[in-house]
């Protein structure tokens, strides 16, 4: 009972009579999965440890420091590290301002994922498919996050809709030229846009080979040498030198010994070297979290979308042609090739593969309209259709009810921002304040400033602190008196949760006594953050000092 309407996909879920019905349906999902997005993104979330530790790159307002390794042990791809220093060059450091481009492609990917499946499905399919993906939590998480994993899924949907755009009109080389002419930017935007360009341009291969156009031939030659020459130098300047100073995302290594490295790359990998464990490992990876659309879990928590998907994939190659499946599943292996060879995370977290969302969430849209289309009485067909469908709208506002009633990852964010918005306004009041790491430029603990949550001290520090919106302050020397007390504050975590934050005592010790041949000490105040959660204890020390 398949039809093609215009060339494109669907089952007799609903009567003709309701198409239009369910055209206004998706366009629905559509708005409901903006709103979702723009609501995340205006309740502005407190910063969490995961963000500061890229968004502290950002501070100095320097493109040349991008380039390269990057501070707290991050990598990311390097035209998304220069968009993300232009959003805070031109608005000012801010929570807005960091979320501001992954927020726009969060924005952008569901109306080119409309478009998209508009263009391969139609009815109740592409309904099913843009519901799923319009209301998918991770989408929608981190298209208010800073990271790049929302650039990750617009590159990725980029360049499926200009591969698909040739695919519907073959003759039209000029649509693979402009592929051709994106790549450039897709593997500079984004570390798995090599896996999207190269799975679809194995079925560009395959789709021009059956062919006996010369141009499309050419074209799509043109498109792999650019892919493989724009990935090369992207490498070569920026990726590579990230990869190899984080060695320790691939296993451990000596400089994180101290580090969790529970939450590096490591569990992404396939088990090769114990080929009896690689079955079980497949079947947790693709029935966890890398199908966690619209929502998902561990342990097989995802594995209806899993099923949804293959049946989907199974009607795409079928009724499409291998080529328009290559499409979806070319990625995939190469993705998990990389992750064999410990170069990229394939699975376990879904932030890491959220590229292939639109690879999912398109063929099991599909995959649902036909186990539906499969139930006989047509009015029962219809019914459970819609209470997939009403589930699925559920589930989307209530990712806005929630956010909205808890518009944080952590507790302890909240503490973190609030204490810092206080402190700062305080502490500078008829005083002359200074950070002793920012504006002094002195470092008292060893590797703290290279890991943990000092990153979040600094980002707070530069958000919240009337003094450092504009960069590192220096004190006012000339003005510290009785009365304008010259104030140092002293920032730390307890080194007995975190080793690498030790005191330098000897260091610590030749500053004070420095410092104290002019000024006599007269106050000091202690602060604790989060002194409940271990994880994530703070500690602002403030030393105040008075001309002798």
Same mark, same amino acid.
């Given at each position: 009972?398949?039809?093609?309407?215009?060339?494109?996909?669907?089952? !007799?879920?609903?009567?003709?009579?309701?198409?239009?019905?369910?055209?206004?349906?998706?366009?629905?999902?559509?708005?409901?999965?903006?709103?979702?997005?723009?609501?995340?993104?205006?309740?502005?979330?407190?910063?969490?440890?995961? !963000?500061?530790?890229?968004?502290?790159?950002?501070?100095?307002?320097?493109?040349?420091?991008?380039?390269?390794?990057?501070?707290?042990?991050?990598? /990311?791809?390097? @035209? @998304?590290?220069?968009?993300?220093?232009?959003?805070?060059?031109?608005?000012?450091?801010? #929570?807005? /301002?960091?979320?501001?481009?992954?927020?726009?492609?969060?924005?952008?990917?569901?109306?080119?994922?409309?478009?998209?499946?508009?263009?391969?499905?139609?009815?109740?399919?592409?309904?099913?498919?843009?519901?799923?993906?319009?209301?998918?939590?991770?989408?929608?998480?981190?298209?208010? #996050?800073?990271?790049?994993?929302?650039?990750?899924?617009?590159?990725?949907?980029?360049?499926?809709?200009?591969?698909?755009?040739?695919?519907?009109?073959?003759?039209?080389?000029?649509?693979? =030229?402009?592929?051709? /002419?994106?790549?450039?930017?897709?593997?500079?935007?984004? @570390?798995?846009?090599?896996?999207?360009?190269?799975?679809?341009?194995?079925?560009?291969?395959?789709?021009?080979?059956?062919?006996?156009?010369?141009?499309?031939?050419?074209?799509?030659?043109?498109?792999?040498?650019?892919?493989?020459?724009? @990935?090369?130098?992207?490498?070569?300047?920026?990726?590579?030198?990230?990869?190899?100073? #984080?060695?320790?995302?691939?296993?451990?290594?000596?400089?994180?010994?101290?580090?969790?490295?529970?939450?590096?790359?490591?569990?992404?990998?396939?088990?090769?070297?114990?080929?009896?464990?690689?079955?079980?490992?497949?079947?947790?990876?693709?029935?966890?979290?890398?199908?966690?659309?619209?929502?998902?879990?561990?342990?097989?928590?995802?594995?209806?979308?899993?099923?949804?998907?293959?049946?989907?994939?199974?009607?795409?190659?079928?009724?499409?042609?291998?080529?328009?499946?290559?499409?979806?599943?070319?990625?995939?292996?190469?993705?998990?090739?990389?992750?064999?060879?410990?170069?990229?995370?394939?699975?376990?977290?879904?932030?890491?593969?959220?590229?292939?969302?639109?690879?999912?969430?398109?063929?099991?849209?599909?995959?649902?309209?036909?186990?539906?289309?499969?139930?006989?009485?047509?009015?029962?067909?219809?019914?459970?259709?819609?209470?997939?469908?009403?589930?699925?709208?559920?589930?989307?506002?209530?990712?806005?009810?929630?956010?909205?009633?808890?518009?944080?990852?952590?507790?302890?964010?909240?503490?973190?921002?609030?204490?810092?918005?206080?402190?700062?306004? !305080?502490?500078?009041?008829?005083?002359?304040?200074?950070?002793?790491?920012?504006?002094?430029?002195?470092?008292?603990?060893?590797?703290? =400033?290279?890991?943990?949550?000092?990153?979040?001290?600094?980002?707070?520090?530069?958000?919240?602190?009337?003094?450092?919106?504009?960069?590192?302050?220096?004190?006012?020397?000339?003005?510290?008196?009785?009365?304008?007390?010259?104030?140092?504050?002293?920032?730390?975590?307890?080194?007995?949760?975190?080793?690498?934050?030790?005191?330098?005592? #000897?260091? =610590?010790?030749?500053?004070?006594?420095?410092?104290?041949?002019?000024?006599?000490?007269?106050?000091?105040?202690?602060?604790?953050?989060? !002194?409940?959660?271990?994880?994530?204890?703070?500690?602002?020390?403030?030393?105040?000092?008075?001309?002798?």
């Amino acid at each position: 009972m398949i039809a093609k309407v215009r060339g494109c996909l669907d089952f !007799e879920v609903f009567s003709q009579e309701s198409y239009r019905r369910v055209r206004a349906a998706a366009i629905a999902f559509v708005f409901l999965g903006l709103a979702a997005r723009l609501v995340r993104y205006l309740l502005c979330f407190p910063l969490w440890p995961d !963000e500061t530790f890229l968004a502290a790159n950002f501070l100095d307002g320097s493109y040349s420091g991008l380039v390269g390794p990057l501070a707290y042990h991050q990598v /990311a791809p390097l @035209f @998304f590290l220069f968009a993300e220093q232009l959003a805070v060059n031109l608005f000012s450091f801010s #929570e807005y /301002a960091l979320r501001f481009f992954p927020f726009l492609a969060g924005m952008a990917s569901v109306l080119i994922f409309f478009r998209l499946a508009g263009q391969l499905l139609q009815g109740s399919a592409r309904l099913a498919a843009v519901a799923i993906f319009a209301v998918s939590y991770y989408p929608i998480r981190h298209s208010a #996050e800073v990271k790049p994993y929302s650039i990750d899924l617009l590159v990725s949907l980029l360049l499926l809709k200009l591969a698909v755009d040739w695919w519907t009109d073959p003759g039209r080389t000029r649509r693979l =030229w402009l592929l051709t /002419a994106f790549i450039p930017l897709a593997v500079g935007f984004s @570390f798995p846009a090599v896996f999207v360009g190269g799975g679809i341009g194995i079925g560009i291969l395959l789709a021009v080979r059956r062919g006996k156009d010369i141009r499309a031939v050419r074209a799509a030659a043109a498109y792999i040498l650019v892919l493989l020459i724009a @990935f090369g130098a992207v490498y070569a300047v920026s990726t590579g030198p990230q990869y190899e100073t #984080e060695k320790w995302l691939s296993g451990p290594h000596p400089e994180t010994a101290g580090f969790n490295v529970d939450r590096a790359w490591v569990k992404a990998f396939p088990p090769w070297r114990n080929p009896e464990k690689l079955p079980l490992w497949l079947l947790k990876i693709h029935t966890g979290m890398l199908f966690a659309y619209p929502n998902g879990g561990r342990d097989g928590g995802s594995a209806l979308t899993l099923i949804l998907f293959v049946v989907g994939t199974v009607v795409l190659a079928r009724r499409k042609g291998g080529d328009l499946a290559v499409f979806f599943i070319a990625p995939f292996l190469l993705a998990l090739a990389a992750a064999a060879l410990h170069r990229y995370p394939y699975g376990y977290n879904t932030r890491f593969n959220l590229y292939l969302a639109p690879l999912i969430c398109l063929p099991a849209g599909l995959g649902a309209a036909r186990m539906v289309s499969l139930i006989r009485p047509p009015k029962i067909r219809a019914g459970v259709m819609v209470v997939f469908l009403g589930a699925l709208g559920i589930f989307g506002a209530g990712n806005i009810i929630l956010d909205m009633a808890r518009p944080y990852k952590n507790r302890e964010d909240v503490a973190s921002r609030r204490f810092a918005r206080k402190f700062w306004a !305080e502490e500078s009041r008829d005083a002359e304040l200074a950070c002793v790491y920012t504006d002094l430029g002195l470092d008292f603990f060893p590797r703290l =400033w290279n890991w943990g949550h000092s990153s979040r001290y600094l980002c707070n520090q530069a958000i919240y602190s009337p003094l450092h919106q504009d960069g590192p302050h220096q004190p006012r020397w000339e003005m510290v008196s009785p009365d304008r007390p010259l104030k140092f504050v002293v920032f730390s975590v307890p080194a007995r949760f975190e080793p690498y934050a030790e005191l330098d005592r #000897e260091a =610590w010790e030749s500053w004070r006594a420095e410092i104290e041949t002019r000024y006599r000490l007269s106050g000091y105040r202690k602060h604790q953050v989060n !002194e409940e959660v271990p994880s994530h204890h703070e500690v602002y020390e403030v030393y105040e000092f008075v001309p002798r």
